[in-house]
Nanobody, 118 residues
Framework: QVQLVESGGGLVQAGGSLRLSCAASGTRFSIITMAWYRQAPGKQRELVATITPSGSTNSADSVKGRFTISRDNAKNTVYLQMSSLKPEDTGVYYC????????????WGQGTQVTVSS
C-alpha cells in the first residue's frame, strides 16, 4: 500500500539548479523519517540527506551548502533542492522511507535520473 514516486530529474548544466520531489501515499506522512539517496553508474548507493518528522535535517558532506532537503506534510511530499550542481552529482536519485513513527522501514521509490553536464 505504501508508494513513493520521485519526479523532477533531468539534464542540467554545471552550476545550475534542480528540484526533486517525492510524493508518498499509503502511510501517515507526518510521522515518516525520509531520506534521499543517489547512485552513480558503477558506484555504491550514497546517502544524500535525511529529514525527520519534526523537520530536523542532515546532509552528506559532499552536498552541504548546495542541497537542501525539506518536506510539505500538507502535500505528502519531500523535496531535494539542488544548487551549484557539479558533473559528479550525476546519478539516479531515490526517495527512501527510513522510519514510520518508531518502526524501522526500508522502502524505496523507483528513482529519477539527474544528469549534470560540464
Amino acid at each position: 500500500q505504501v508508494q513513493l514516486v520521485e519526479s523532477g530529474g533531468g539534464l542540467v548544466q554545471a552550476g545550475g539548479s534542480l528540484r526533486l520531489s517525492c510524493a508518498a501515499s499509503g502511510t501517515r506522512f507526518s510521522i515518516i523519517t525520509m531520506a534521499w539517496y543517489r547512485q552513480a553508474p558503477g558506484k555504491q548507493r550514497e546517502l544524500v540527506a535525511t529529514i525527520t518528522p519534526s523537520g530536523s535535517t542532515n546532509s552528506a558532506d559532499s552536498v552541504k551548502g548546495r542541497f537542501t532537503i525539506s518536506r510539505d506534510n500538507a502535500k505528502n511530499t519531500v523535496y531535494l533542492q539542488m544548487s551549484s550542481l557539479k558533473p559528479e552529482d550525476t546519478g539516479v536519485y531515490y526517495c527512501n522511507i527510513q522510519r514510520i513513527g518508531a518502526l524501522y522501514f526500508d522502502y524505496w521509490g523507483q528513482g529519477t535520473q539527474v544528469t549534470v553536464s560540464s
